[in-house]
């Protein structure tokens, strides 16, 4: 099973991307995932497509949250890409 690697499009000053960035740090020690954050700011494209947005959570170009990210749900999520990776879907 491949671990799934997540974009979390952020901005620099935002209390939400910083509460989903600590549920990230969580799911990466547990193994879960692993992350990076891209600020929307420094692209024009990007501030176009997530604008107010942020946070937003991305798996290969899919979106898999938006604003607020709960702890749960992700595991979920991340248990679920594992089993469509499993089977190569």
């Not at 020690?29 to 494209?45: A, F, H, I, M």
């Amino acid at each position: 099973m491949t671990i799934p690697h997540l974009q979390l499009m952020s901005r620099r000053v935002c209390c939400l991307c910083d509460d989903a960035k600590a549920v990230l740090a969580t799911l990466a020690d547990e193994g879960l995932c692993t992350w990076e954050t891209v600020d929307v700011d420094r692209d024009k494209t990007l501030m176009v497509s997530y604008g107010l947005d942020v946070p937003v959570l991305v798996f290969e170009n899919r979106v898999l949250f938006k604003h607020r990210l709960v702890e749960d749900e992700l595991k979920k999520s991340l248990t679920e890409l594992g089993r469509q990776d499993a089977v190569g879907i």
